[in-house]
C-alpha cells in the first residue's frame, strides 16, 4: 500500500464494522477496513444468530461475517488485518496508528466492539484455557458427553448454553439473579433440552482444579449454602466491556467505557463515529449493530460531502 490516504477508515470488523464499509464503498468513498485480530468480533463464537432479518432459520456469526466482507470487498472496500493503535486530530482530518503503520482519513468509524467481563475470582486466571472459555461453539465439542456449566442469565449466556445442550451430557446455567434477563425465545427454547438446568440466586465464588478446571465453588444467595460442582469445562457470558482502552483519553467515554453519540452515530469530535456495540446506548443486538454501520456510513458520507477533507 502506497497511497495512506483514505475518505473514511474503520476500527473493528464485526457486523457494524463491516456494514459501515460495505455502504462507505458503495457511496465511492475510498474506504479502509480494519479488521483487528480477526473478521467478525464477538459474533465468531456465535453459532446460531437469531432475529437477524433475511435468515428465518438463523445464521452462524462466522457465516454472517465473511458473506458481507465479500460485499463490501466488491463494492471496493480495502481491508487489513492489524487493530488501531491511536488516533490523533490532524488539519482537519484524522491521523490513525495502526500495527501496521499510519494512516490518514476524513471520518474514522469506531466499531471495535466488546470484551467479555472476567468473573475476577480465584483460579479464573489460572484456568483460562485450561477449561474456562467465552466460545461455546469452539470448545464445546471437546467436552462432548461432559458436565459443563454456564454463568449468566442474558440473551448470550443462553445462546451458549443451548450450543452445548447439543455436545454436553449435562449444563448447569449459573445466575447470580432471581430470574434470567434473556429474551423469551431463549428461556422457552430451555425446555426442549432435558440435559438443561436453570440455578438461579447463585453465585461462582472460585474456579477449582491446578492444571484443568475440574469444578466450581458456588453459593446461594438465598442462604449463604456453599456446593461444589464437578464440570468439565465453564463458559463465562456476565456482561460486556466496550474495546476503547485504547482511544487513550481521545474523547470521553460513559461509565460503562462506550463512545457517546447522536442518532447520527457522531461522536462530539467532527469525523469520529461509532457503531455497534462499542456505542453508549447499543442494545447489543446483530441487527441494530448493522444498523448502527449502516447510519454511520450515510452520515460519514453527507459529512465528507459538506466540505471536510476526503481523497
Same mark, same amino acid.
Given at each position: 500500500?502506497?497511497?495512506?490516504?483514505?475518505?473514511?477508515?474503520?476500527?473493528?470488523?464485526?457486523?457494524?464494522?463491516?456494514?459501515?464499509?460495505?455502504?462507505?464503498?458503495?457511496?465511492?468513498?475510498?474506504?479502509?477496513?480494519?479488521?483487528?485480530?480477526?473478521?467478525?468480533?464477538?459474533?465468531?463464537?456465535?453459532?446460531?444468530?437469531?432475529?437477524?432479518?433475511?435468515?428465518?432459520?438463523?445464521?452462524?456469526?462466522?457465516?454472517?461475517?465473511?458473506?458481507?466482507? +465479500?460485499?463490501?470487498?466488491? /463494492? &471496493?472496500?480495502?481491508?487489513? #488485518? $492489524?487493530?488501531? @493503535? %491511536?488516533? !490523533?486530530?490532524?488539519?482537519?482530518?484524522?491521523?490513525?496508528?495502526?500495527? +501496521?503503520?499510519?494512516?490518514? /482519513? &476524513?471520518?474514522?468509524?469506531? #466499531? $471495535?466492539?466488546? @470484551? %467479555?467481563? !472476567?468473573?475476577?475470582?480465584?483460579?479464573?486466571?489460572?484456568?483460562?484455557?485450561?477449561?474456562?472459555?467465552?466460545?461455546?461453539?469452539?470448545?464445546?465439542?471437546?467436552?462432548?458427553?461432559?458436565?459443563?456449566?454456564?454463568?449468566?442469565?442474558?440473551?448470550?449466556?443462553?445462546?451458549?448454553?443451548?450450543?452445548?445442550?447439543?455436545?454436553?451430557?449435562?449444563?448447569?446455567?449459573?445466575?447470580?439473579?432471581?430470574?434470567?434477563?434473556?429474551?423469551?425465545?431463549?428461556?422457552?427454547?430451555?425446555?426442549?433440552?432435558?440435559?438443561?438446568?436453570?440455578?438461579?440466586?447463585?453465585?461462582?465464588?472460585?474456579?477449582?482444579?491446578?492444571?484443568?478446571?475440574?469444578?466450581?465453588?458456588?453459593?446461594?444467595?438465598?442462604?449463604?449454602?456453599?456446593?461444589?460442582?464437578?464440570?468439565?469445562?465453564?463458559?463465562?457470558?456476565?456482561?460486556?466491556?466496550?474495546?476503547?482502552?485504547?482511544?487513550?483519553?481521545?474523547?470521553?467515554?460513559?461509565?460503562?467505557?462506550?463512545?457517546?453519540?447522536?442518532?447520527?452515530?457522531?461522536?462530539?469530535?467532527p469525523g469520529l463515529f461509532a457503531a455497534g456495540t462499542v456505542r453508549?446506548?447499543?442494545?447489543?443486538?446483530?441487527?441494530?449493530?448493522?444498523?448502527?454501520?449502516?447510519?454511520?456510513?450515510?452520515?460519514?458520507?453527507?459529512?465528507?460531502?459538506?466540505?471536510?477533507?476526503?481523497?
Open positions: 500500500m502506497t497511497d495512506h490516504n483514505y475518505d473514511v477508515v474503520i476500527a473493528g470488523a464485526g457486523i457494524a464494522g463491516l456494514t459501515a464499509g460495505l455502504l462507505s464503498a458503495r457511496a465511492g468513498r475510498r474506504t479502509r477496513v480494519l479488521t483487528g485480530p480477526a473478521l467478525g468480533g464477538h459474533l465468531l463464537s456465535i453459532e446460531h444468530i437469531d432475529g437477524y432479518p433475511g435468515f428465518p432459520d438463523g445464521i452462524a456469526g462466522y457465516d454472517l461475517c465473511p458473506i458481507v466482507q +465479500e460485499q463490501a470487498v466488491a /463494492a &471496493g472496500a480495502e481491508f487489513g #488485518a $492489524t487493530s488501531v @493503535t %491511536s488516533l !490523533a486530530a490532524h488539519e482537519g482530518r484524522w491521523r490513525v496508528t495502526t500495527g +501496521e503503520g499510519e494512516l490518514r /482519513a &476524513g471520518v474514522v468509524v469506531v #466499531a $471495535t466492539g466488546t @470484551t %467479555s467481563k !472476567a468473573l475476577g475470582i480465584p483460579g479464573e486466571a489460572r484456568l483460562r484455557g485450561k477449561g474456562v472459555s467465552h466460545c461455546a461453539s469452539c470448545d464445546g465439542p471437546l467436552l462432548r458427553s461432559r458436565a459443563v456449566g454456564v454463568v449468566g442469565g442474558g440473551d448470550s449466556a443462553l445462546q451458549e448454553a443451548l450450543t452445548l445442550a447439543r455436545f454436553a451430557s449435562r449444563v448447569i446455567v449459573l445466575h447470580r439473579g432471581t430470574t434470567l434477563s434473556a429474551q423469551a425465545a431463549y428461556r422457552e427454547r430451555l425446555r426442549d433440552h432435558q440435559n438443561l438446568e436453570v440455578r438461579t440466586s447463585t453465585v461462582v465464588e472460585e474456579m477449582l482444579g491446578d492444571t484443568v478446571l475440574t469444578g466450581v465453588r458456588t453459593r446461594t444467595t438465598t442462604d449463604g449454602t456453599e456446593t461444589d460442582l464437578e464440570l468439565a469445562g465453564l463458559f463465562v457470558y456476565v456482561g460486556l466491556t466496550p474495546d476503547t482502552a485504547w482511544l487513550n483519553g481521545t474523547l470521553d467515554l460513559d461509565s460503562s467505557g462506550g463512545i457517546p453519540t447522536d442518532d447520527a452515530m457522531r461522536s462530539r469530535l453508549s446506548g447499543s442494545v447489543g443486538r446483530a441487527a441494530s449493530a448493522a444498523g448502527d454501520g449502516a447510519t454511520a456510513a450515510v452520515a460519514a458520507d453527507r459529512y465528507l460531502s459538506d466540505g471536510a477533507w476526503r481523497v
